[in-house]
């Protein structure tokens, strides 16, 4: 297997000794950055631990200054009388700031009136990221001696050098012993670079933190990961459209008891990069089905498939079993579930009179006929009253239905749902049309499979950024996919040497290999508008009869079906948008 690498060190992040901060605090008219203005700027720059410049400046809001607030801060009209609006602070405040992290006590407040009087301004948005050390501080402390974050409490109990009083440098000088300290105690839970840093206040705020260096060494890239304990199992398998930000993501955010657990048991991660998120869709299936990880999801487990068999005996009916054997029946499926299967064994039995009872039934049986007989829903072949032709007549029917057109299976469940639908037995209406898209879904998904299968290879390009992305599908089973230079003539056929081998069966797909079907026949639905057919090696074709009426997808809101599911009408037309009744105004009084 090809597992990637790390290209190089600037992958790992910044380490935070080498990261340039500005502190930076405002003081303002109010806290609205729409409706307020700025009149004091105070920021400090600092690098290894070390301040490295400053900046203060006094600015002119140019609108009178509430008396709270000159109560509050000490900042008064006559103070800024002299001062330069912001205008002019502006451009000296933004060359002080560059391109460095941008640091605040409740960040939030002062990044949201830099961004206010930038837009003001003309000038674009800024880009810098962006510490709180008021979110630091909560993940950090204890909130047991900690009665809150505010900016004078945290600066008395941390230590700081310098006390805040509400003036802009002073305060910045402050948060700067506070952010100084909290990067000492967050270094003990393993945030060593600004990536961490930059995480942490939405991280678990647990040993398992540590452990987000495992994901230094993924790109940013597609592709598939496989969480690993001490002893080398694989614990995880997932796929990601950007492998390291959503590997670190599990670090962050998510509080679920099982994610915890997973953590904890985590030593290693390995990955393996794609050229797309398709091939990572069908690589995470392959690994998953490999290794059966304990922490996966029990759906992704092939051994839930099922399948319809109708026995090769006598009276043939239908079964439902695990496995494909080579014993001359006719298998239908594979299922997602027993429960599917059963809905679409109901359906063809509800439409065909096909027996239901287990028994083998030989020349000389004879049983006791059960009620389906008198129902009219069974010919009754253990009465004896019945020949085998006769019989024979009706698997004919259902083995044409599965093979050709489908109209003899869905006709009857038609009728019954618009005869319940009449009489006004809903629930029985109800129960029907669900049996009629269960097997509707299933004679689709035949085909869809079927025609996959019977194609020996196929290869599909789409235009890329670096080129073309050609797709090489051999018997419905995904075999190689490279993003190819046009200026590389032979890239195409090292594609196609390099292909995998496809696996060969008869009948139904597998098991094992019908996750793989289902995300290739969808990948191929959503890319046939764009995709460039490049060459064909077997035959590409579906059956036509009754196309249209295994094409009909319906909604399990009814009140938006304009016809039966199972009615052959072709493609539904997309659904329209739900109607809202105008509110009335309310009425004054």
């Known amino acids: 297997m090809d597992w990637a690498v790390q290209q190089s060190f600037d992958d790992l992040g910044a380490p935070l000794i080498e990261v340039e901060f500005v502190v930076l605090d405002f003081e303002t008219t109010g806290g609205s950055p729409t409706d307020d203005r700025i009149t004091e700027v105070g920021a400090v720059k600092v690098r290894g631990g070390e301040v490295v410049g400053s900046f203060h400046a006094l600015v002119d809001p140019e609108i009178p200054i509430p008396p709270l607030i000159t109560a509050l801060t000490g900042i008064s009209d006559g103070m800024v009388a002299g001062a330069e609006p912001i205008e002019t602070i502006l451009p000296c405040l933004l ?31 800024a880009t810098n990221r962006v510490v709180c050390t008021a979110r630091l501080a909560r993940k950090l402390l204890p909130r047991d001696e900690v009665a809150n974050v505010r900016l004078a409490t945290l600066a008395a109990y941390l230590g700081a050098s310098v006390t805040p009083c509400h003036r802009a440098l002073t305060d910045a000088r402050a948060t700067v012993d506070v952010l100084h300290r909290l990067l000492e105690l967050a270094g003990s839970f393993g945030v060593l670079a600004l990536e961490d840093l930059i995480e942490f206040p939405s991280a678990r705020a647990d040993a398992t933190f540590k452990k987000v260096h495992l994901a230094d060494r993924l790109p940013h890239a597609p592709g598939v990961y496989l969480f690993r304990d001490a002893r080398g199992r694989v614990l995880y398998v997932g796929k990601a459209k950007d492998l390291r930000t959503r590997v670190r993501s599990y670090f962050s955010g998510d509080s679920r008891a099982k994610i915890a657990d997973l953590l904890r048991e985590l030593a290693a991660i390995d990955h393996v990069r794609c050229a797309t998120e398709f091939e990572a869709s069908v690589r995470e299936v392959r690994l998953i089905q490999r290794h059966r990880p304990r922490y996966n999801r029990r759906s992704r487990d092939p051994e839930r498939y099922c399948y319809l068999k109708l026995t ?24 997602v579930s027993t429960n599917q299967a059963e809905l679409v064994k109901t359906a063809i039995e509800d439409a065909l009179p096909l027996r239901r009872c287990t028994p083998r039934i030989g020349p000389r049986t004879r049983f006791s006929p059960c009620a389906l007989l008198d129902l009219g829903r069974c010919l009754g072949p253990c009465t004896q009253a019945v020949p085998p032709e006769t019989y024979g007549a009706v698997v004919a029917q259902l083995v044409g239905a599965l093979d050709g057109d489908p109209e003899a299976l869905v006709a009857p469940l038609r009728a019954r749902m618009a005869t319940y639908a009449t009489q ?166």
């Open 424 to 589: 006004q037995r809903y629930e029985q209406a109800a129960a029907t049309r669900d049996r009629l898209d269960a097997l509707t879904r299933a004679l689709a998904d035949q085909r869809r499979f079927g025609a996959l299968v019977a194609v020996d290879e196929l290869v599909l390009a789409r235009p890329h950024n670096r080129g073309r992305e050609v797709t090489i599908v051999r018997r419905g089973q995904l075999a190689a996919v490279g993003v190819l230079d046009p200026d590389d003539p032979g890239g195409m056929d090292a594609l196609r040497a390099g292909a995998a081998v496809a696996e060969c069966f008869d009948g139904p797909p597998p098991r094992h290999l019908a996750d793989e079907l289902r995300l290739v026949a969808h990948w191929l639905d959503g890319v046939a508008g764009e995709a460039e057919l490049l060459d064909v090696r077997g035959c590409l074709a579906s059956p036509s009869a009754g196309g249209a009426a295994l094409q009909v997808r319906y909604t399990r809101r009814r009140s938006h079906l304009s016809h039966m599911p199972g009615e052959a009408r072709g493609r539904p037309a997309p659904r329209p948008a739900l109607r809202r009744r105008p509110r009335p105004a309310p009425s004054g009084r």
């Open 312 to 335: 090769a005996e006598r009276f043939p009916r239908l079964s439902l079993v695990r496995r494909v054997l080579d014993d001359g029946a006719r298998y239908l499926g594979p299922f």
């Open 95 to 125: 060359e002080f700031l560059g391109d460095a992290v941008f640091v605040g006590h409740n960040a939030s407040f002062d990044w949201r009136f830099l961004q206010a009087n930038l837009e003001r301004h003309a000038y674009p948005r």
